[in-house]
């Protein structure tokens, strides 16, 4: 995010494991990890990677402007301008495990949007407080960053929809994000759940140029996937979108995938993060 001056996240995909087809059992979730502790450990690692990119950008900002007269730098004006800057404009959709807890009455990512909000308000507040700094409505300065919908209006006037369509993957790969740009009407699509990483882009007499980013996965593996011989491409993706007056005219993007480590140990890696993040 750093590297490549992100400035919105989109989170179009799973953001908990979920507990159907008796996944405990199966040893694909933790005991006691049910929805809620889920939920809340997912939100905690969303925060992470808001407060890291937040902490750099704030900083950087305070330094590009240590020589001027601190009544013009920290008037809050000027600070709100400087935080607001610093902070990823997160977009975010439920999952088809997100909405498992709908069966049990329960409103999807309740928990992980609360816990998310929470966390990164503590975070951006004790930012400000390590340079001497407070600032009124931080809560709400931060929920305007993090919004849970599938259609998005940006900065630059264009829209974005995200899906995380119920379906499997096709041999045909492209189908999924054609038929996601079918049913959409704006020029940017996000989607998942198929754990194949692929950019389609297309053009409209109406939208003009269009891209749909098919997502890959965080997940190294799965009993579900290896048993039916289905690979997955594990890492994120970027689009560097370039835009004038609501039409696409160029489109960069890139998919960083990660190394695959046939020896991971889960209980290694919930136990570092449980400590990391003081859960």
């Known amino acids: 995010i750093i590297k490549h001056g992100v400035k919105t996240l989109v989170g179009c995909w799973d953001f908990i494991e979920g507990l159907r087809h008796s996944l ?6 933790f005991a006691g990890l049910n929805y809620t502790a889920q939920e809340i450990l997912s939100a905690r690692l969303v925060s992470k990677m808001v407060l890291t990119v937040f902490d750099h950008r704030f900083g950087e900002a305070v330094a590009s402007l240590e020589s001027e007269r601190l009544v013009i730098l920290f008037s809050e004006k000027r600070l709100r301008k400087i935080v607001s800057d610093a902070l990823l404009r997160f977009r975010f959709w ?13 409103s999807s990512l309740a928990v992980f949007s609360r816990v998310l909000a929470e966390t990164v308000t503590r975070g951006v507040e004790g930012c400000l407080s390590t340079h001497g700094l407070t600032l009124e409505g931080v809560r709400g300065l931060v929920e305007e960053h993090l919004l849970y919908d599938s259609h998005h209006q940006l900065p630059s006037g264009l829209s974005l ?36 990483a692929l950019s389609v882009e297309e053009w409209s007499e109406k939208l003009g140029q269009r891209l749909c980013m098919q997502m890959g996965t965080i997940v190294s593996k799965t009993f579900f996937e290896e048993g039916n011989l289905k690979r997955l491409d594990v890492g994120v993706g970027i689009a560097r979108v370039f835009s004038k007056d609501g039409r696409i005219h160029r489109i960069e993007t890139l998919f960083d995938t990660a190394e695959a480590q046939d020896e991971l140990s889960n209980e290694a890696i919930l136990s570092g993060l449980c400590e990391e993040l003081k859960i």
């Not at 405990?24 to 979730?29: A, N, Y």
């Not at 439920?94 to 329960?106: P, R």
Request: proline content about 5%; glycine content about 10%; aromatic content about 10%.
């Open 24 to 29: 405990i059992l199966r040893g694909e979730v």
């Open 161 to 196: 929809d995200i899906y995380h369509p119920h379906k499997g993957r096709t041999l045909t790969t492209s189908q999924r994000p054609q038929e996601a740009l079918r049913v959409s009407g704006s020029p940017l699509v996000f989607q998942a759940n198929f754990h194949v």
């Open 94 to 106: 439920k999952g088809n495990h997100d909405e498992w807890v709908e069966f049990d009455g329960h």
